[in-house]
Nanobody
């Protein structure tokens, strides 16, 4: 298990930007695939973006492609989600997650470690 702590959420107007950060506790962070998920009120948690353990291959939900960028910095034990051109429908609690490698980047399951979440609110 990897302990994860998100930060960087807040209130922003539509069209604005935010960068979320996820700090990992273990030195073996570099061996884990990482992802961002989000959950809006009354809705199920949904996949946002993922990056493989090496920090190369990435995958995005169609709703955020071209607006969000995921990045993994193994030397820093950090993962980031740069969110641009935010929309009100991006409002949610955002969670970072980690899993052991070996899955296809397009597989959305297998994540066993989760952070506590950070709130992102986009006003219209």
């Amino acid at each position: 298990q990897v302990q994860l702590v998100e930060s960087g959420g807040g209130l922003v107007q539509a069209g604005g930007s935010l960068r979320l950060s996820c700090a990992a506790s273990r030195y073996t962070f570099r061996n884990y695939d990482m992802a961002w998920f989000r959950q809006a009120p009354g809705r199920e948690r949904e996949f946002v973006a993922a990056v493989v353990w090496r920090g190369g291959d990435t995958a995005y939900a169609d709703s955020v492609k071209g607006r969000f960028t995921i990045a993994k910095r193994n030397a820093e034990n950090m993962m980031y989600l740069q969110m641009n051109n935010l929309k009100p429908e991006d409002t949610a609690v955002y969670y970072c997650a980690a899993r052991q490698p070996g899955y296809s980047i397009n597989y959305r399951g297998g994540f066993g470690s989760w952070g506590q979440g950070t709130q992102v609110t986009v006003s219209s």
